[in-house]
């Protein structure tokens, strides 16, 4: 009797959490007649009704593969220079790294409105605005301060002597990055790149200034025009373009979720 | 063996990409960012020196200090409110759930991963007053209330933003805070059981004490952010109605793009960049007397 109220939270919580989900889901299957006439907490007449998903993905196809053009590059790169960045700053021994480390820090704190209207100014002027270059090259240098500083907090962690051996054996300090420091934070990166993945797959603002081209426009941005290109608001392919956001984030999400979880929270400092 | 450790050609090696990137794409652009602050115009109208009219327009201009306002108001509600409830959902999954909560925290924890730009069209949906009845309005019509048009007077609007922004953030902070709940000892707790203390009193007296350096973090975390939040508000009320939802990130986006002024803008941005390193400082100094005292 005692954890009745108990049970009686988490019912409300989870009914919180899932049911805009779920109301988000069969709304994905109706059609406009119904999202008017009907009542909006009603069953789907058809569950096989994929017409809004025909229609939502011939335009959220592009918008899908730009995001993945733009957010693959910048991963690869983030964590390839925050990984040998952070190897450099927390492993080498060299004057001025704690300096550098706190420079990089600096960059976790800078809002995004204070480098955006000198870099529109650069990419237009390179005629670059039309293309997905200014968001590969933004989302890798935002992406870098947060990484550089966890791969550095993760390289603290191994024992020195390991690189030490190394350079005893005659390994010169790249090689021994590449093949001692690298391999050991498989783990470390794996997590780093699935946070860095939320952040960017997840971004408006950047995308949303550098993209003047409806073709070339992030599943975000185009998520965001997808409601507004029509007179009257379509339901159903707005509700399954949305759905279709979700599933792929959901995908990734019940495969890795401890991971993710472990690794936002290690990147709180991000906020 | 620190010479090999210490050579300088490996550091450049390894460190020179990434500072090459930060430095060209991030304190690059931060610098040139304040010296915008004295021009007006933008890159296509061209720019043209303004000294500082920008600095004298920031206190003449009657829309600056509802924009500042309102970031405050909100950094300070969806802070408190994130962290509240993600603390109460932290005590449920230590207290209540125990270890057997592993689902419902993955469960609660998935909108924390959702693209912004979803959830706040999602809730625009699900606060929708017309065409559509939806299902919040559906509800306070089946109790006999009337249905609210909630995103045309700015206080409902406010609401909706701040319930969109703890739901889809109460999971992270749970998870945090039950990380820090975990830490405090079962004996303690149980010693304080034979003791005759309550739940209750075994809460304000044990776990809220122990669990205040990990709820302090969160609450800078929080602050953080919602100083710089951009994208929910953007997506969900797009600033309205009239600028009631604006914050600072908002209406520097709007005086650059949208009115073509990029050296206003950048004293907006200034604004906001000033009030998060004051923010901050002002954090730090607090934890730090604590740190001393405690």
């Given at each position: 009797?005692?954890?009745?109220?108990?049970?009686?939270?988490?019912?409300?919580?989870?009914l919180v959490v899932t049911y805009p989900l779920v109301w988000l889901f069969l709304g994905s299957f109706k059609t406009q007649d119904e999202f008017l006439n009907n009542p909006t907490t009603a069953l789907p007449e058809s569950f096989t009704n994929f017409a809004n998903y025909t229609q939502a993905w011939s335009a959220v196809a592009t918008y899908l593969q730009n995001s993945l053009l733009t957010v693959l590059p910048s991963l690869a790169l983030i964590v390839v220079f925050g990984t040998a960045a952070g190897f450099a700053l927390e492993v080498l021994v060299w004057k001025?790294?704690?300096?550098?480390?706190?420079?990089?820090?600096?960059?976790?704190?800078?809002?995004?409105?204070?480098?955006?209207l000198p870099l529109f100014t650069i990419y237009f002027n390179l005629h670059l605005t039309g293309t997905l270059w200014p968001l590969i090259i933004t989302?890798?240098?935002?992406?870098?301060?947060?990484?550089?500083?966890?791969?550095?907090?993760?390289?603290?962690?191994?024992?020195?002597?390991?690189?030490?051996?190394?350079?005893?054996?005659?390994?010169?300090?790249?090689?021994?990055?590449?093949?001692?420091?690298?391999?050991?934070?498989?783990?470390?990166?794996?997590?780093?790149?699935?946070?860095?993945?939320?952040?960017?797959?997840?971004?408006l603002l950047i995308a949303l200034t550098f993209t003047t081209d409806d073709s070339k426009r992030t599943v975000q941005v185009g998520l965001l025009n997808f409601t507004g290109q029509f007179g009257v608001v379509e339901y159903g392919p707005t509700f399954a373009a949305i759905c279709i956001n979700v599933l792929l984030i959901l995908a990734i999400y019940i495969f890795l979720n401890q991971r993710v979880m472990r690794g936002l929270a290690a990147g709180a400092v991000k906020g | 063996m620190h010479s090999v450790l210490g050579d300088r050609k490996s550091v450049a090696i390894l460190l020179g990409p990434a500072l090459l990137v930060y430095s060209l794409i991030m304190l690059v652009p931060m610098l040139w960012s304040l010296g915008y602050t004295f021009f007006t115009?933008?890159?296509?109208?061209?720019?043209?020196?303004?000294?500082?009219?920008?600095?004298?327009?920031?206190?003449?201009?009657?829309?600056?200090?509802?924009?500042?306002?309102?970031?405050v108001k909100y950094a300070v509600v969806i802070t408190v409110g994130q962290v509240l409830v993600g603390y109460l959902l932290a005590l449920l999954y230590v207290y209540f759930l125990r270890r057997a909560g592993s689902v419902i925290r993955t469960l609660v924890f998935f909108p924390v991963v959702l693209p912004t730009v979803a959830v706040a069209l999602l809730f625009q949906k699900f606060f929708e007053y017309a065409p559509q009845t939806g299902p919040v309005n559906a509800v306070i019509e089946a109790f006999g209330g009337t249905g609210v048009d909630w995103f045309s007077t700015p206080g409902h609007a406010f609401l909706v933003v701040a319930l969109m922004d703890i739901w889809r953030s109460m999971g992270f902070y749970a998870v945090?805070?039950?990380?820090?709940?975990?830490?405090?000892?079962?004996?303690?707790?149980?010693?304080?059981?034979?003791?005759?203390?309550?739940?209750?009193?075994?809460?304000?007296?044990?776990?809220?004490?122990?669990?205040?350096?990990?709820?302090?973090?969160?609450l800078v975390f929080s602050i953080n952010g919602t100083l710089k939040a951009f994208d929910s508000i953007y997506a969900l009320t797009g600033g309205g109605p009239g600028s009631a939802t604006t914050p600072l990130t908002l209406y520097m986006y709007q005086t650059s793009f949208a009115y073509g002024d990029y050296g206003y803008g950048s004293t907006i941005a200034l604004t906001l960049t000033m009030l998060c390193l004051l923010v901050t400082i002002f954090i730090f100094r607090g934890t730090r007397r604590d740190l001393a005292q405690g």
């Open positions: 009797m005692k954890r009745i109220p108990g049970y009686l939270c988490v019912a409300l919580l989870l001025g790294r704690q300096t550098t480390l706190m420079l990089f820090l600096a960059g976790i704190m800078i809002p995004g409105q204070m480098i955006l989302y890798t240098a935002i992406g870098l301060p947060l990484t550089v500083f966890m791969m550095a907090t993760y390289f603290r962690a191994i024992p020195r002597e390991v690189f030490e051996a190394a350079a005893i054996d005659g390994a010169s300090v790249i090689r021994s990055f590449v093949s001692v420091g690298f391999p050991m934070m498989r783990n470390s990166v794996l997590t780093i790149a699935l946070v860095q993945f939320f952040f960017l797959w997840n971004d | 115009g933008s890159v296509i109208s061209g720019f043209t020196w303004a000294g500082t009219a920008n600095f004298s327009k920031l206190f003449d201009d009657p829309a600056l200090p509802d924009a500042l306002w309102f970031t945090l805070l039950y990380a820090g709940l975990l830490d405090i000892p079962d004996e303690m707790m149980e010693a304080a059981s034979m003791d005759g203390a309550g739940t209750w009193r075994q809460i304000r007296s044990i776990v809220l004490p122990l669990s205040l350096p990990v709820l302090v973090s969160s």
